[in-house]
Structures are given as C-alpha cells and as structure tokens.
C-alpha cells in the first residue's frame, strides 16, 4: 500500500476514533439525565420549554442533551423502546451532519427521530427522506406517538395526495416523504401562478434514509414534469425494423464494456441504402442518425425482463440497483420511444417539459443534510466529493457474527447454476431460512421454476409482484423459507430470524440463521454488501456466500473468461487470483460509475444554476415582492415559464447533436455550456418584449376570464416522471466513439464529397 494512503487511514482511523468516544461520552450524560421520575405533564412542559429556546435563538448544539434525553424517556414511555448508546451515538451524528453507517437491524429509524425532534424545535419544519412510500408512512405512523407526546405534529406524504393535503402534510413538524416525491412537489411550486396553489414551505433540514440509494443511484435521474402528453408518429417502426436487419460485427461494434453500439463503415452504408437519406452523417441527418442510435440501442442492448417488464401492455423499467420496476421512470425520449417500437407498442410523446431537476441538485437546496444507511463505506470519496458529506461507521450494538464464504468461482453458468440449485436443496433440508438474490427477473423466475421442479416451494419478489415486498420479507427469517429476490431484498424492511416468533427464532439461530445467496456480482459492491447485510442483524448467526460464473455478464465485460483459457467443469474454481480480479473490477465499475456521474455534472450544473436565478426572480414575482398589478403578475408568471421550457427544449436538443462537436476537435462540454448560456442570455429579452405585447392586449385588465381567452394559464393536466439519464451518457459520450465510428464519420462526411471515393 502506498506510504501516503497509509497514513491518511490511519489519520481517519484515528479522528473516526475520537469523534466516536466523543459521541460515547455524550451519550453517558444523556442516559444520566434520567428522566424516569419524572410524571407525562412534566415531560412536556420540558418539551415546550426547548422549543421556546430553539425559537428565541438559543443553539440547537447546547440544547441537544436535553432534547435528546426527553425523545429517549419518550420512545420509552410511548413504545416501549429504550435507545441503545449506538443508537444515541449516531443521532448526534446526524445532528453534525454526518452521513451514518448504521448496519442492518441497528435501529435506524429511532436514531434519526432525536436529530429530527431537535430541529424541529425551531418551527421551521424537518424532512425524513425514504426509500419508497409504504417506508414514509410506516416510519412516520410508527415513530408517531413519540412526536406526538412531545407536543409536536407529523405527517407522512403519499403520491395522489390532493394539493390541500400535501400543503398540510408539508406543514407538519416532522414530514416523512420519499425524495422523487418531493422533488415533484417541489417542481410543480415551480411553475405555480398562485401562492396558494404551492405546497412546499421553505427547506430548512433533512435527513436521507437510505442515503447510498438516494444520494448515489438515484441522483442523477432527472425528476421531470411536463404538460399534456402527445400523439406519437410512427417513425420508430422504421428505425426498428432497420435495426433488426443490421448485424453485429458485420454492421455494428460494440465499446469494450458493452454500454455502447455503433454502426460501423458497413454499417453506415446499409443504413444509408435503406433510409435513402444520403451522407448520414451530414448535419441535416442529424436527426435520422439520433434515431438510429436509439434503435440500435433499444434492439442490442435493452433486455426484456432484465432491463425492463411488459406489464398490462406498457413497458415498465426495471432499476438496475433494486431489481425491481422504477415506478414513473422513462427513458429519453427518443429512446423511449425505441424501445416500444421495437416491442411493437404504441409509445405517446412526452409533451413539452414545463421544469426538470435531479435528486442531487434538488437536495442541495437543503441548508442542512445529513443521512444514514447500512452501506457507505466503499464511496465515502464520492460522498465527500459531490456532497461534502463524511461517512462515519458506527459500531453495531452487538458484534456482527455473520460468516461470509468466500465465492464460489464455476466456468460457465450451467455448472453455476447446477451448483446454486444443489446448494439450496441441501441447506433447505435442514429448514434453515434462505435469501437468494438474483441478477434479473428472468433469473428469478428460472430459479423458482427449478426449484418448483424439485418440490421447493419459495417465495419470489421481483419487478412483477413488487407490492408485496414487505409481506415477503417479513417472512423471509421462518423456518424453512425460501425467499427468490432480484438484487437487493427489501430496503428498510428488517428480517427477523422465525418471522418474529422468539421461540422459531432460537430454532432458526440453532441452524445457522438466514443463509444469503447471492447468484451474480453486481457492478457495485455496495450492492453486494446490501445484500449480505440482510442476515446477522443485532448479533444474530447468519451467513453468506456467492455464486459467480465466469460468463457472466460482469466476466465476460473484462475478459475475466480468458484467463482459464476455455477450461469447462462442473466443480468450482480455487484460484484465489480470480477472486481478487473480480474485487478489482468491482473497484474499477465504481470508478467509472463516478466519473459518469461527474461527467453528467458537467452538462447539468449550469442549466440547474440558470434555473435557479430565473426562479429566484420568479419566486419575488409570486410572493409580490415585485410591485406588479394582477395582470403584470399572471403575465410576467406566464412568459417565465414558456421561455424557460423552450430553453429546456433547446438545452435537451444541443445535448443529443454535442456528440459530433468532439470530432471537429472542440470539446462537448465547452460548446455546450458555451450555446446554453448565449441562448440563456436572451431569455431576459423575450420576457419583457412578450409581456409588453400581451398586456396591451389585456388593456390592464386583471379580469381572470381575459386571462383565459389569451391562454394565460398552465397546462390543464401535467404529469411527472423521470429520466433514466445513464443512458443519455451511453449513448452521447464523445470520446467514447470506436476506431469504426471515427472512420465511418470522416470518410462519410469529409473524404467521400471532397475525393468522390466510391467505397465511402
């Protein structure tokens, strides 16, 4: 290991160290603010006291110890539950601003109820930020009774909320709500032209359950929200059908890591023929090769029941990082629309965008963030980076005893797959409970198909019966379970060893505990690690293991395959060395999962920075800080908005052509901002000459049925979804262009019109 990264782990060892016997020696002198003696109304008036503090200023940090001693005598009164230190230890953290790793079982939802108490004291509102709906308003119906003892309101928001009961829910104390669904509430504040049609009060503090997810996988998927949606065309049957007659490697490459198809010289031509366009790559055909892309992208690599399901005859996506449907999620557009083509369903066009923003930008507008979750660690550098959020490991309130077998490494997946199956029949004999997480709802449903043939029944939770994943769950730790999940099982549900029955419990402790099966490794060993996390929870006997082909799709990207030179057999592989391959391509997916992620930064930031100063003006204009009669108002609120969502257009236009500024030697992301900000500075213009125009035809009236008849109003129906935007990377990364494509470009556009060579 090099000398300087040593040193700097045991720097972080050491500071990890001393801030832990700092919170440990906090937590001492909480536990001796006993409280016990003390009668309900006393409790209260204490409670009431804090919040008058908080509120005439007083510093939260000198009102912890008691805040925190009341929520502890509280939790204990109203649910019978006693905070352990480690528990104390990471509400304080959370309260500094720390992102918390908090294993498995540890109690994370108690921790977070001090940190949230404390800071809504101040009357400025605090949001706990969930997985998913059933997780806000379970926390928030289960941690109720403590706020509530306390003299403090709390609210859970569910998606399909009327507007009244959003701006109620908002209102609370203490708000439970999933972060997509308060990004969509945010975004339709955006484009309100009433005050009183906006939900959200201003951002004060939150804390991310779940914060890898969140903070990580999902935040750069843009939440977007859009007016009515339109008619399609038929063009994608067009594109599909020529993409199915293209071949690979005849006419199409891939990049070495499968993420990306091109057409090739070949390729071209046969496109070409087909389409009867001419030069393809002409700047007129810029459209027909962006569609083309998208087909070939749809046709080569999205995989039915892998990358998305059919459901009720719409496609639904499938989250790569929870195996399950991404409920409201598109792909852009245009390849959207691909992907029904080549399904042959009818896609509608998404309307025009009204507003757009990503989970990271959106949770930026917090003054104060925070998280926790049982998986942070391996990205604590990109945590820091991109949030400037440090990750701090708490010790778990008992000994994590889990044992973790090293994988078991097969040639190919049918000795992988006869091995998984066998393992499981044997360990199931015994009635010890099994978790198998699987790749893809394919797999899953194989399994369980293999395992019905043997006469094992199993529970499967994947993309197609997700609303039942809390039930499965739950059940996941009783003897004899056998529970089939894709990816991840069930964030934020605990699995108690007997379903919860101390006695099975013991039962299911004598076997070993909840054996974990994963069948693949994921691109992100966070994944892994959630997934090993399910079994051992507070001290509990578990185990895990994982079972790896060398054909697997993670192998086969990194040529890991070569390295037994065609070798086949039906027992597992000993080479340590490939175990220590597969950790280093996990390092190195990690690594490029990042830079993507800057990368997508670069284009994003500046029309995020662009939004916020158009809202900032947008925002006075609503409240009526800017002197302005009803009709200047309503009309200024108006051409805001319509130019900001033709800029949106624009921006999302230059971003699908920037590809082809990186083989004219400029670069992408320079030529972008530089075309953003040249039409970004012309909105200011557009106002104010559209606004003039519009209020001498209103003659001053502030009559609402004037502002009708000139189409002064929003969309009659919007709706939200989001973008999944990694593809827009895979398909637009410029110098990620293969040797084939670069010659295919030049010789097409440059060579063949000066040289008239035939064969370009």
Same mark, same amino acid.
């Given at each position: 290991?090099?000398?300087?990264?040593?040193?700097?782990?045991?720097?972080?060892?050491?500071?990890?160290?001393?801030?832990?016997?700092?919170?440990? !020696?906090?937590?001492?002198?909480i536990?001796?603010?006993?409280?016990? #003696?003390?009668?309900?109304?006393?409790?209260?008036?204490?409670?009431?006291?804090?919040?008058?503090? &908080?509120?005439?200023?007083?510093?939260?940090?000198?009102?912890? =110890?008691?805040?925190?001693?009341?929520v502890?005598?509280?939790?204990?009164?109203?649910?019978?539950? $006693?905070?352990?230190?480690?528990?104390?230890? #990471?509400?304080?953290? +959370?309260?500094?601003?720390?992102?918390?790793?908090?294993?498995?079982?540890?109690?994370?939802?108690?921790?977070? =109820?001090?940190?949230?108490?404390?800071?809504?004291?101040?009357?400025?509102?605090?949001?706990?930020?969930?997985?998913?709906?059933?997780?806000?308003?379970?926390?928030?119906?289960?941690?109720?009774?403590?706020?509530?003892?306390?003299?403090?309101?709390?609210s859970?928001?569910?998606?399909?909320?009327?507007?009244?009961?959003?701006?109620?829910?908002?209102?609370?104390?203490?708000?439970?709500?999933?972060?997509?669904?308060?990004?969509?509430?945010?975004? @339709? !504040?955006?484009?309100?032209?009433?005050?009183a049609?906006?939900?959200?009060?201003?951002?004060?503090?939150?804390?991310?359950?779940?914060?890898?997810?969140? +903070?990580?996988?999902?935040?750069?998927?843009?939440?977007?929200?859009?007016?009515?949606?339109?008619?399609?065309?038929?063009?994608?049957?067009?594109?599909?059908?020529?993409?199915?007659?293209?071949?690979? !490697?005849?006419?199409?490459?891939?990049?070495e890591?499968?993420?990306? =198809?091109?057409?090739?010289?070949?390729?071209?031509?046969?496109?070409?023929?087909?389409?009867?366009?001419g030069?393809?790559?002409?700047?007129?055909? *810029?459209?027909?090769?962006?569609?083309?892309?998208?087909?070939? %992208?749809?046709?080569?690599?999205?995989?039915?029941?892998?990358?998305?399901?059919i459901?009720?005859?719409?496609?639904?996506?499938?989250?790569?990082?929870?195996?399950?449907?991404?409920?409201?999620?598109?792909?852009?557009?245009?390849?959207?629309?691909?992907?029904?083509a080549?399904?042959?369903?009818?896609?509608k066009?998404?309307?025009?965008?009204?507003?757009?923003?990503?989970?990271?930008?959106?949770?930026?507008?917090?003054?104060?963030?925070?998280?926790?979750?049982?998986?942070?660690?391996?990205?604590?550098?990109?945590?820091?980076?991109?949030?400037?959020?440090q990750?701090?490991?708490?010790?778990?309130?008992?000994?994590?005893?889990?044992?973790?077998?090293?994988?078991r490494?097969?040639?190919?997946?049918? &000795?992988?797959?006869?091995a998984?199956?066998?393992?499981?029949?044997?360990?199931? @004999?015994?009635?010890?409970?099994? +978790?198998?997480?699987?790749? *893809?709802?394919?797999? *899953?449903?194989? /399994?369980?198909?293999?395992?019905? &043939?043997?006469?094992?029944?199993?529970?499967?939770?994947?993309?197609?019966?997700?609303?039942?994943?809390?039930?499965?769950?739950?059940?996941?730790?009783?003897?004899?379970?056998?529970?089939?999940?894709?990816?991840? &099982?069930?964030?934020?549900?605990?699995?108690?060893?007997?379903?919860?029955?101390?006695?099975?419990?013991?039962? =299911?402790?004598?076997?070993?505990?909840?054996?974990v099966?994963?069948?693949?490794?994921?691109?992100?060993?966070?994944?892994?690690?959630?997934?090993?996390?399910?079994s051992?929870?507070?001290?509990?006997?578990?185990?895990?293991v994982?079972?790896?082909?060398l054909?697997?799709?993670?192998?086969?990207?990194?040529?890991?395959?070569?390295?037994?030179?065609?070798?086949?057999? !039906?027992?597992?592989?000993?080479?340590?060395?490939?175990?220590?391959?597969?950790?280093?391509?996990q390092?190195?997916?990690?690594? $490029?999962?990042? %830079?993507?992620?800057?990368? /997508?930064?670069?284009?994003?930031?500046?029309?995020?920075?662009?939004?916020?100063?158009?809202?900032?003006?947008?925002?006075?204009?609503?409240?009526?800080?800017?002197?302005?009669?009803?009709?200047?108002?309503?009309?200024?609120?108006?051409?805001?908005?319509?130019?900001?969502?033709?800029?949106?257009?624009?921006? *999302?236009?230059?971003?699908?052509?920037? %590809?082809?500024?990186?083989?004219?030697?400029?670069?992408?992301?320079?030529?972008?901002?530089?075309?953003?900000?040249?039409?970004?500075?012309?909105?200011?213009?557009k106002?104010?000459?559209?606004?003039?125009?519009?209020?001498?035809?209103?003659?001053?009236?502030?009559?609402?049925?004037?502002?009708?008849?000139?189409?002064?109003?929003?969309?009659?129906?919007?709706?939200?979804?989001?973008?999944?935007?990694?593809?827009? $990377?895979?398909?637009?990364?410029?110098?990620?262009?293969?040797?084939?494509?670069?010659?295919?470009?030049?010789?097409?556009?440059?060579?063949?019109?000066?040289?008239?060579?035939?064969?370009?």
């Amino acid at each position: 290991m090099n000398l300087a990264v040593k040193l700097m782990r045991e720097f972080k060892d050491r500071d990890t160290r001393h801030k832990l016997k700092g919170y440990r !020696d906090k937590s001492e002198l909480i536990r001796k603010r006993n409280l016990g #003696a003390w009668d309900d109304q006393r409790l209260q008036a204490e409670s009431l006291r804090l919040k008058k503090e &908080a509120t005439s200023g007083t510093s939260l940090d000198g009102l912890l =110890v008691d805040a925190y001693a009341l929520v502890c005598e509280a939790a204990k009164r109203t649910l019978g539950l $006693q905070p352990y230190d480690v528990q104390i230890m #990471a509400a304080i953290a +959370l309260h500094e601003g720390f992102l918390v790793e908090q294993q498995t079982g540890e109690g994370k939802t108690l921790s977070a =109820v001090m940190p949230a108490y404390l800071h809504a004291l101040t009357g400025e509102g605090v949001h706990v930020l969930t997985f998913n709906d059933y997780l806000a308003n379970r926390d928030a119906d289960w941690m109720s009774p403590i706020y509530h003892f306390l003299g403090l309101t709390v609210s859970a928001v569910q998606a399909g909320m009327s507007l009244p009961e959003k701006r109620e829910a908002y209102a609370a104390d203490i708000t439970y709500v999933t972060a997509k669904e308060a990004g969509f509430d945010y975004l @339709r !504040d955006t484009i309100a032209l009433d005050e009183a049609d906006t939900v959200h009060r201003p951002f004060h503090y939150v804390i991310v359950d779940e914060a890898d997810s969140l +903070l990580l996988d999902e935040a750069r998927v843009p939440l977007v929200i859009a007016g009515e949606p339109g008619i399609s065309d038929d063009d994608g049957i067009l594109f599909a059908e020529i993409a199915r007659q293209l071949k690979q !490697d005849e006419h199409c490459e891939f990049d070495e890591f499968q993420r990306n =198809v091109y057409l090739n010289e070949a390729g071209s031509a046969k496109a070409e023929s087909l389409l009867g366009c001419g030069n393809l790559y002409e700047e007129y055909n *810029s459209h027909l090769l962006t569609s083309l892309n998208n087909a070939l %992208h749809a046709e080569w690599l999205l995989k039915k029941d892998v990358d998305y399901i059919i459901r009720d005859g719409k496609i639904e996506l499938i989250d790569e990082y929870t195996g399950r449907v991404a409920e409201n999620r598109h792909l852009p557009d245009g390849l959207q629309a691909a992907l029904s083509a080549k399904e042959g369903l009818q896609a509608k066009a998404g309307g025009i965008i009204l507003g757009t923003i990503t989970l990271q930008h959106f949770l930026s507008l917090y003054p104060k963030i925070c998280g926790m979750t049982a998986t942070a660690q391996a990205s604590a550098i990109e945590f820091e980076s991109i949030y400037r959020l440090q990750v701090l490991p708490i010790p778990p309130n008992r000994p994590n005893i889990r044992i973790d077998h090293p994988h078991r490494i097969y040639t190919h997946k049918e &000795a992988k797959f006869k091995a998984l199956v066998q393992e499981i029949l044997s360990v199931h @004999r015994a009635g010890r409970p099994i +978790l198998i997480g699987t790749s *893809s709802v394919e797999e *899953s449903d194989m /399994l369980a198909e293999s395992l019905a &043939a043997a006469h094992v029944s199993c529970h499967v939770l994947n993309a197609k019966n997700d609303a039942e994943e809390a039930q499965i769950i739950a059940k996941a730790g009783e003897i004899g379970a056998v529970t089939v999940s894709t990816n991840m &099982a069930g964030r934020g549900v605990d699995i108690r060893l007997g379903g919860g029955d101390p006695m099975q419990g013991e039962a =299911v402790a004598r076997l070993g505990g909840l054996y974990v099966i994963g069948t693949h490794m994921h691109q992100s060993v966070r994944i892994d690690n959630q997934l090993r996390g399910r079994s051992g929870r507070q001290g509990d006997p578990g185990a895990s293991v994982f079972f790896v082909s060398l054909e697997d799709e993670l192998m086969l990207k990194f040529g890991i395959d070569k390295a037994i030179h065609g070798l086949r057999q !039906d027992e597992a592989l000993e080479e340590s060395v490939l175990r220590s391959k597969i950790d280093h391509i996990q390092r190195v997916i990690m690594g $490029q999962n990042f %830079h993507i992620r800057q990368e /997508l930064n670069s284009y994003s930031d500046m029309v995020e920075e662009q939004r916020r100063m158009l809202y900032e003006e947008r925002l006075g204009i609503l409240k009526g800080d800017t002197p302005m009669s009803p009709s200047e108002q309503r009309v200024r609120l108006y051409f805001i908005d319509r130019f900001w969502a033709d800029h949106l257009a624009f921006a *999302s236009y230059i971003r699908e052509s920037i %590809h082809l500024t990186s083989l004219v030697s400029r670069n992408p992301i320079d030529e972008f901002h530089a075309q953003i900000i040249e039409a970004y500075e012309q909105i200011p213009a557009k106002i104010n000459r559209e606004s003039a125009k519009m209020l001498v035809k209103l003659g001053g009236s502030n009559d609402p049925a004037m502002w009708e008849k000139f189409g002064l109003k929003n969309p009659t129906s919007t709706w939200t979804y989001l973008i999944t935007d990694q593809y827009k $990377q895979y398909l637009q990364t410029p110098g990620s262009w293969n040797p084939g494509t670069v010659i295919a470009y030049w010789g097409r556009k440059m060579l063949r019109p000066v040289f008239g060579w035939s064969k370009f």
